[in-house]
């Protein structure tokens, strides 16, 4: 493992956010200067391939990389963006029961408004 592989892995690890990979690319940049983008977009790519992280296609904006690459769901706020992890063990061993096979893999997406964009839309 690089040093600069190393670096985004401990950067993605530290953040409790789903980062994108300019954000991912500043943060380097503030601990390694010389970083180049490139080596960042190249090294998200390998650690995706890897199975080291996980890329989430994001509809709406710029992609974002999870430091869990096993599958789970996500709650996704429509009115701030964010974006937070949520366990679907049950619900994928309920379609697994109704489909009568196993769940390889999957990406769960569910969309709503947290309770601060409830609270601020309310008023």
Known sequence: MTRQR???LN???ESPKHLTADEIFALARQRMPG???GTVYR????MEQAHEIAKLE???GADRF?????PHGHLYCDGCGSLQDIPVIGLVREIEDAIGTEV???QLTIHYLCPACRKEQAQ
Do not use: F, G, H, W
Request: no cysteine; aromatic share 4%.
């Open 6 to 8: 190393a670096l985004i």
């Open 11 to 13: 950067i993605m690890q």
């Open 35 to 37: 970083i180049a983008r």
């Open 43 to 46: 090294n998200l790519k390998l």
């Open 58 to 60: 994001m509809s709406d």
């Open 66 to 70: 999870d430091k869990t690459p096993t």
């Open 104 to 106: 390889r893999s999957y």
